[in-house]
Each structure stands twice: as structure tokens, then as C-alpha cells.
T-cell receptor, first 113, second 113 residues
Framework: NAGVTQTPKFQVLKTGQSMTLQCAQD?????MYWYRQDPGMGLRLIYY???????DKGEVPNGYNVSRLNKREFSLRLESAAPSQTSVYFC????????????FGPGTRLTVT | GENVEQHPSTLSVQEGDSAVIKCTYSDSASNYFPWYKQELGKRPQLIID?????GEKKDQRIAVTLNKTAKHFSLHITETQPEDSAVYFCAASKANAGNMLTFGGGTRLMVKP
């Protein structure tokens, strides 16, 4: 199993450009998450999808949209990138709710100039 | 919402000494408390977790303790080794739809040989 995969690994955008970060998991997990990690800080939840067909806002959703395309894939879209969105983005998945390990992807390092 | 505070932000120990990292949480309904280790440029990886019906859990050199009354939990690493050097994050979540993790700000542990 590849686990949780993310593309791209690195991306540089100009202010105002848009892009979609892709995440896929092959563990048949129900719930998926998008976090951002700013330098020297912990992870903050952007959006999550408790199950296929549902999405909900996390702590810092402004400026982002998500799509749970199917059980495997959960994408994060920046419609108009801003320098404040420069960060490392991690996708994670979990088999079911109630205290089970979240498996993280390798991350996407995004720089907005 | 949940708030998790983590201390200290940096910790330097001599190889072979013990290290202790402490976290407090605000939501008494939280019932799952994982600890993640993140090496530079890598994804967070779960090292140990504890659920609210347990007071202590050990895994070789790593242990976690939980005090539900005081709403705090701690990570203990004994006989530290240089490869323990990393950033450690605590987190808290509760068993409901979403199982969202709220992370502490992280502790940079440096083990000096």
C-alpha cells in the first residue's frame, strides 16, 4: 500500500493564481483531513470529510475549498492564492472516528509570492 | 472549541537523560490524546497515544500519562538518544463525527551526544 499520497510535492504561485492540491489514500479509510503547518508551528485543520459525500470546515477554512471526489480522493483548492497561504499542507486519513491513528501524507510545500 | 497548549517549546537534554513534555487541553469531552514525532522536512508520525479510560501507557522508552481531572497529559522519554531529536506534537480529539485533532504548538527536542 502507498498509504496517503499528495501531489505536487512543491509549488510556487504568484498572488491571485489558483491551484488544486491532490490527496489520495488506498487504505479504504472513511475520513480525510487537510491541515496546514506554518514554520515553527503546529498543524491547523483547514477542512475535513468525515465520510464520502460530506465536508466540513475546520479551524482555518477561509480562502480554501475542498472536494471529496470519492472515498479515495480529497482535494484542496486555493481560488486566489495569497502570501499568507504560504505553508506546508498535509493531508491525513483515518479509518473511522473515535480515536484512531491519523495517517499523514508527505506534504506539499507551497510558496505564494 | 478545543485548545491545546504544549510546554516547553524547546528542550535540550544530554544523551541518556529523560525528557518530559507537557500538554493541557480545554475540552473535558476530549477522549483521545496522540503524540506525533516530526523530523525535519518529514510528515508527522504517531509514536504513542492514550485514551481517556487509561491513565498511563508505555512503549519501550516512551510513556504517556493522562490526568483527566486536571486536563493534562505528558510524554516521557527515558534514556534519550540523538535520534530522538525532532519536534514532538501533542493533540486531542473527541469521538464524534469528524474526529478532528487539535494540535499543540510543538516541542523541539535536542539530544546532545
Amino acid at each position: 500500500n502507498a498509504g496517503v499520497t499528495q501531489t505536487p510535492k512543491f509549488q510556487v504561485l504568484k498572488t491571485g493564481q489558483s491551484m488544486t492540491l491532490q490527496c489520495a489514500q488506498d487504505m479504504n479509510h472513511n475520513s480525510m483531513y487537510w491541515y496546514r503547518q506554518d514554520p515553527g508551528m503546529g498543524l491547523r485543520l483547514i477542512y475535513y470529510s468525515a465520510s464520502e459525500g460530506t465536508t466540513d470546515k475546520g479551524e482555518v477554512p477561509n480562502g480554501y475549498n475542498v472536494s471529496r471526489l470519492n472515498k479515495r480522493e480529497f482535494s484542496l483548492r486555493l481560488e486566489s492564492a495569497a502570501p499568507s497561504q504560504t505553508s506546508v499542507y498535509f493531508c491525513a486519513s483515518i479509518q473511522r472516528g473515535g480515536g484512531y491513528e491519523q495517517y499523514f501524507g508527505p506534504g506539499t510545500r507551497l510558496t505564494v509570492t | 472549541g478545543e485548545n491545546v497548549e504544549q510546554h516547553p517549546s524547546t528542550l535540550s537534554v544530554q544523551e541518556g537523560d529523560s525528557a518530559v513534555i507537557k500538554c493541557t487541553y480545554s475540552d473535558s469531552a476530549s477522549n483521545y490524546f496522540p503524540w506525533y514525532k516530526q523530523e525535519l522536512g518529514k510528515r508527522p508520525q504517531l509514536i504513542i497515544d492514550i485514551r481517556s479510560n487509561v491513565g498511563e501507557k508505555k512503549d519501550q522508552r516512551i510513556a504517556v500519562t493522562l490526568n483527566k481531572t486536571a486536563k493534562h497529559f505528558s510524554l516521557h522519554i527515558t534514556e534519550t538518544q540523538p535520534e530522538d531529536s525532532a519536534v514532538y506534537f501533542c493533540a486531542a480529539s473527541k469521538a464524534n463525527a469528524g474526529n478532528m485533532l487539535t494540535f499543540g504548538g510543538g516541542t523541539r527536542l535536542m539530544v546532545k551526544p
